[in-house]
């Protein structure tokens, strides 16, 4: 073997299944290096591990401005009312996302704002053979209520889900379980306030009553959702602070910074501790 290999894990492997990691750990020791995005990600392995999070390319047509005109249009496309408020919420159909639970907190907040709309919006993965099943419940769970959408977006579909999020008074990522949540980087970097499940790395970027708020349960998001609606200055406020928070800590110059660091550590053999950052 040749060089320096580096095995990166991009999940929560946190409370892995026993004989699975079991059979993957012969593989993973042979590395020289892993990388995981959290700490509590960590595993047992006899070479340096590296926590280094992930991060967005602000130039990518996921990211990247857009013409006012294209946002518009995701009011016509999806037959929305730019005149009321719009919770989003961008995800793999997945019980892990809990959109279940997002359409409940939806409910709890109509019954003090019943002008609010809301898209959950989101494709399959081809590693999630649940993915079917789940958009079948969202979609039962959603029947009846003109006010909500569920859409299944092709996998080509980034300049839409970009506009999206920038049309979005609140995005909201409440997962019971994430690796890292990218698409909480996205939201808060078009400067939207983001809801997020206390879990993961969304715990890294939602930071409670700066870039957003961390919540357990429906009840808490549907509270949450109530008191931005109710306060639009806190919510661009805090819009602002979100996409501040990602430009110093999540962009892809970043991720780079600290790919290069390491890199330069393993080839040196360097023995000592080394700041990412």
């Keep these: ?80 009312d730019p005149g009321r408020p719009l919770l989003v919420q961008v995800s793999r159909f997945d019980r892990f996302k809990d959109p279940l639970g997002v359409i409940r907190a939806y409910r709890l907040v109509k019954k003090f ?16 053979p649940e993915g079917k099943i789940v958009l079948h419940e969202v979609r039962e769970a959603a029947a009846g209520d003109p006010d909500i959408h569920v859409q299944s977006l092709p996998p080509d579909s980034n300049r839409t889900i970009n506009a999206l999020q920038r049309a979005a008074d609140i995005v909201l990522q409440k997962s019971v379980r994430e690796g890292f949540g990218l698409t ?41 959702i109530r008191y931005l609606l109710h306060q639009p200055e806190k919510m661009h406020e805090m819009g602002n602070k979100a996409k501040e928070f990602v430009r110093e800590n999540f962009l892809l110059t970043r991720h780079l910074r600290e790919y290069l660091t390491l890199i330069l550590s393993l080839h040196y053999g360097s023995t000592d501790r080394i700041e990412l950052g």
């Design 1 to 80: 073997r040749r060089g320096k290999w580096i095995w990166r894990c991009h999940i929560d492997v946190s409370r892995p299944f026993r004989p699975v990691w079991k059979y993957l750990r012969r593989f993973v020791r042979e590395y020289d290096a892993s990388i995981f995005s959290l700490a509590g990600f960590a595993q047992t392995l006899p070479h340096p591990q590296y926590i280094i999070p992930p991060s967005i390319d602000p130039l990518s047509e996921k990211n990247m401005e857009l013409p006012e005109d294209d946002v518009r249009a995701v009011f016509t496309d999806f037959n929305l």
């Design 113 to 128: 704002v019943p002008g609010q709309q809301l898209v959950l919006a989101g494709g399959g993965a081809t590693d999630d």
């Design 184 to 224: 909480v980087t996205e939201a808060m970097w078009k400067g939207k306030p983001v809801i997020g499940g206390n879990t993961g790395g969304i715990r890294l970027q939602v930071i409670n009553f700066n870039t957003g708020f961390l919540v357990n349960t429906p009840e808490g998001a549907a509270l949450r």
